[in-house]
């Protein structure tokens, strides 16, 4: 073989590796816009205990949110109710407490909302702040797991997580046997819908 004749098939050689790597970048990319175009919109979950007072505030939130969605006929009737938004599918959860397997679910949308009563914020009062995922966040007895730790599993399995965001209200009665909300919580559920409807258009 002349020098000439190994100039050529090196050329060769490195237009067919160009090639093939610019194949399996389109490839790649195909993957890519396939597993968006199949992505939740959004992702409500609403959680808490039903007979713990105030703490059913997530799911009732998410239950008002399912009434609402169900009008439009694009509802799927399905235990998750599911819909179609102007931007996409929305997936709606009312949950006790938060488990592992919601990580599936989590690696399937492009936003989740956690909806929950808080503690920490005053009685009626409503706060909505962005979420991270965070191995250290420490699991509740009240509600299983942190959503921050869900996130974190989701991003190590996944290799991705949605962006999420955590919508509560200020509780005032937290009794046991309790089936009803306070008269301060009530007042917090329409702003809470509001907040999670603004983050369900939000683009």
């Not at 397997?101 to 009062?125: M, N």
């Amino acid at each position: 073989m002349n020098i000439g004749q190994a100039t050529v098939e090196s050329a060769q050689e490195q237009q067919e590796g160009q090639r093939q790597e610019g194949q399996q970048q389109e490839l790649q990319e195909d993957q890519e816009q396939q597993t968006k175009a199949r992505l939740l919109r959004a992702l409500v979950i609403g959680y808490g205990s039903p007979i713990r007072g105030d703490d059913a505030l997530g799911p009732l939130v998410a239950d008002r949110l399912q009434e609402r969605f169900a009008n439009q006929p694009q509802l799927c009737a399905q235990p998750r109710a599911q819909t179609e938004t102007p931007t996409g599918a929305v997936e709606i959860q009312a949950r006790h407490i938060l488990t592992a397997e919601l990580v599936d679910d989590l690696a399937r949308t492009e936003r989740v909302i956690f909806v929950d009563a808080a503690i920490d914020t005053s009685p009626g009062q409503v706060r909505r702040r962005r979420l991270s995922p965070d191995r250290t966040a420490l699991s509740t007895m009240a509600h299983f797991h942190d959503p921050r730790e869900l996130l974190a599993w989701c991003e190590a399995l996944y290799q991705r997580a949605p962006e999420a965001w955590l919508v509560s209200g200020g509780g005032a009665e937290w009794g046991y046997a309790c089936y009803a909300l306070s008269e301060t919580a009530q007042q917090a559920l329409e702003p809470m819908i509001a907040e999670v409807m603004s983050l369900i258009d939000a683009t």
